[in-house]
């Protein structure tokens, strides 16, 4: 543990007044006002993890991680005896592994008997890619208390992130035997679900979930994830929506609300969305390529060409985004650019008739006939060639279906 977790009493309160005088000092310059008011209710109550914890979520959504650490390390320097397994999961989820090992190990010491402590402590070997010893801890954790949804629950999300899908099965449904109203057990079985195919039955354990917990929004923007997968896109609105009501600062769900709505071809309203996700995370490169999208389907190519070209520093550069680009180009009349842009794609994909007609286009508009020519005719070989290929696989489905 650190020096300070050895402090005599009087150092501790030192510890404390120190820290409640540089959080004091801190509300005065900050400008979030979300962060003024959290830095409050910590100076307030610093030995209070729960207002620790909400003060670092913040920290970490604005991209100040460190700050946040440093937040949260003071208070173990502070209270080296309390909230072990609280201040354990906080560094956890801060990515600071180290200290959260020491809290962690600490905590399972003093309590050799108790589940929670070794189940948290499995967790976390987890997180640090331990499997054997998190596979331990955890079996421990359900052998200490057989009847422990919590234990089986944590098992159960142990073997789901392995995709270790019959174990991570048995234990997520032995968690629901032992509590039904255990709101993450279902959501977690929703995701198990969804990964082996059963959509309609992931969709019924995310609903479970929500109905268990309505102001948990992770079960909403599950349930959108799904909607949109089954191309149910005013549904998926609907509940991508609800999420963002309960969570207003989701980064995922203003852009899955904006994939959804770009699908349904109302390109403002993802602009939006899109724009919105990006405020939050201004480096979200599927954002970025999908607002560019939106402003090339309304022919704003300026708009779109900087977001694409945003993207393709954030992404690797697939057919897609280059074609996308070279569009852009195209209808800002830079045919030059448009063709080293289609130059790239034609190379990672010869057989894209779209790109190849394309360059047509921008061979023609510089005069090069010869040029536009050849790529016409390539265009027109790979589009039969692709409509062939279609032809056949329709022909095999109807074969199947009758020899059924």
């Known amino acids: 543990m650190p020096a300070a977790a050895r402090a005599p009493g009087g150092a501790v309160v030192n510890a404390l007044t120190q820290g409640l005088n540089q959080i004091s000092e801190l509300i005065g310059f900050e400008s979030n006002g979300r962060l003024r008011r959290l830095r409050r209710s910590l100076a307030q109550a610093p030995q209070d993890v729960s207002a620790l914890r909400a003060l670092c979520a913040e920290l970490r959504r604005c991209g100040r991680l460190a700050e946040a650490r440093a937040h949260a390390r003071a208070v173990l320097d502070a209270n080296p005896e309390r909230d072990l397994d ?14 959260a090992e020491q809290c962690l190990s600490r905590n399972a010491a003093e309590q050799p008997q108790a589940a929670a402590a070794a189940a948290t402590l499995g967790m976390l070997y987890a997180t640090k890619g331990d499997a054997e010893r998190a596979r331990a801890e955890l079996q421990r954790a359900t052998e200490l208390e057989p009847g422990s949804a919590a234990a089986w629950y944590r098992l159960g999300t142990f073997h ?12 997520l449904r032995r968690a629901l035997e032992i509590d039904a109203t255990l709101a993450r057990a279902h959501t977690n079985l929703g995701y198990l679900l969804d990964l082996r195919g059963e959509r309609h039955a992931a969709v019924r354990a995310f609903q479970r979930a929500l109905q268990l917990a309505p102001g948990d929004p992770e079960n909403h923007f599950n349930l959108g994830a ?21 969570d207003p600062e989701s980064v995922e769900g203003h852009y899955n609300l904006g994939a959804a709505q770009f699908e349904l071809r109302r390109y403002d309203d993802a602009i939006r969305c899109f724009r919105r996700a990006l405020k939050l995370q201004p480096r979200h490169a599927d954002a970025m390529y999908y607002l560019g999208l939106a402003f090339l389907r309304k022919g704003v190519y ?16 697939s057919v897609r985004l280059l ?24 190379e990672m994909a010869p057989d894209h008739a779209k790109a190849h007609h394309l360059l047509g286009i921008c061979f023609d508009k510089l005069g090069e006939r010869d040029r536009a020519e050849h790529a016409y005719r390539r265009s027109d070989l790979f589009a039969s060639m692709a409509r062939s290929r279609r032809q056949g696989a329709r022909l095999e489905r109807v074969a199947a279906r009758a020899g059924t």
């Open 302 to 317: 300026d708009r779109a060409l900087q977001s694409l070209e945003g993207a393709a520093h954030d992404r690797p550069l």
């Open 323 to 346: 074609y996308a680009i070279a569009l852009c180009y195209n209808g800002l009349e830079m045919p030059r650019q448009a063709i080293a842009a289609l130059a790239q794609a034609v």
């Open 226 to 246: 799904l909607h949109a997968e089954a191309g149910s896109s005013e549904q998926a609105i609907e509940q991508f929506r609800a999420g963002l009501a309960l």
């Open 86 to 99: 609280a201040l354990g999961e906080l560094f956890r989820e801060l990515g600071d592994l180290e200290l």
């Open 160 to 171: 789901l992130r392995r995709r270790e899908l019959d174990e991570a099965d048995t234990a």
